[in-house]
């Protein structure tokens, strides 16, 4: 299995969109990370866990499951980094490839240390990106693709066949 551990606000302040909406409305753009964080999800399977400071959010630590993702705010006195750390640790065994995406360069170390994988904001950017392209692509392909029926027939008589269907006279 493989984990992606996400430093949310590294993402907030690397990603362009999300940077420029930050400006505005913070809330916002922690929702659509983690939108695009699920979108991500669905396509690779991976497991995805976002991890946020409190000092952002007033309140305990916090725990909530949005899509299948999972997003943690740290405990007030508590670190996005250090519970990055904490789970890298943690999750990381024979059976689990736990990959931290953050630019931060002191936590990469770290992270290397315990075994686990790095990816920077602008690796994971690029990947998410392409991901939605090929989501587009995908859908786009599958609009192309017209209904062939099992059996054989001239167009007009499928078109009757139609209108009948959909109680047309």
Same mark, same amino acid.
Do not use: C
């Given at each position: 299995m493989i984990v992606l551990i996400v430093d949310g606000y590294n993402m907030i302040g690397a990603w362009p969109e999300l940077k420029r909406l930050r400006e505005k409305d913070l809330g916002q753009? &922690? $929702?659509l990370l983690i939108e695009m964080m699920a979108e991500y999800q669905s396509y690779t399977g991976d497991r995805i866990i976002v991890v946020f400071d409190a000092y952002h959010v007033r309140g305990i630590e916090k725990v909530q499951k949005d899509y299948k993702v999972e997003v943690l705010f740290t405990k007030e006195n508590e670190t996005a980094d250090e519970r990055i750390e904490k789970l890298a640790g943690e999750l990381? $065994? *024979?059976r689990t490839q736990v990959y931290v995406a953050t630019s931060d360069y002191a936590e990469q170390r770290t992270i290397f240390g315990q075994g686990a994988f790095r990816k920077s904001a602008r690796e994971l950017y690029i990947e998410v990106k392409n991901i939605e392209r090929q989501? +587009?692509?995908d859908v786009?392909?599958?609009n192309? *693709?017209?209904?062939q029926p099992k059996i054989p027939m001239k167009e +007009?008589? &499928?078109e009757l066949f139609e209108k009948w269907r959909r109680g047309d006279k």
């Amino acid at each position: 299995m493989i984990v992606l551990i996400v430093d949310g606000y590294n993402m907030i302040g690397a990603w362009p969109e999300l940077k420029r909406l930050r400006e505005k409305d913070l809330g916002q753009a &922690r $929702d659509l990370l983690i939108e695009m964080m699920a979108e991500y999800q669905s396509y690779t399977g991976d497991r995805i866990i976002v991890v946020f400071d409190a000092y952002h959010v007033r309140g305990i630590e916090k725990v909530q499951k949005d899509y299948k993702v999972e997003v943690l705010f740290t405990k007030e006195n508590e670190t996005a980094d250090e519970r990055i750390e904490k789970l890298a640790g943690e999750l990381n $065994d *024979v059976r689990t490839q736990v990959y931290v995406a953050t630019s931060d360069y002191a936590e990469q170390r770290t992270i290397f240390g315990q075994g686990a994988f790095r990816k920077s904001a602008r690796e994971l950017y690029i990947e998410v990106k392409n991901i939605e392209r090929q989501i +587009e692509s995908d859908v786009e392909t599958h609009n192309q *693709v017209k209904h062939q029926p099992k059996i054989p027939m001239k167009e +007009e008589v &499928r078109e009757l066949f139609e209108k009948w269907r959909r109680g047309d006279k």
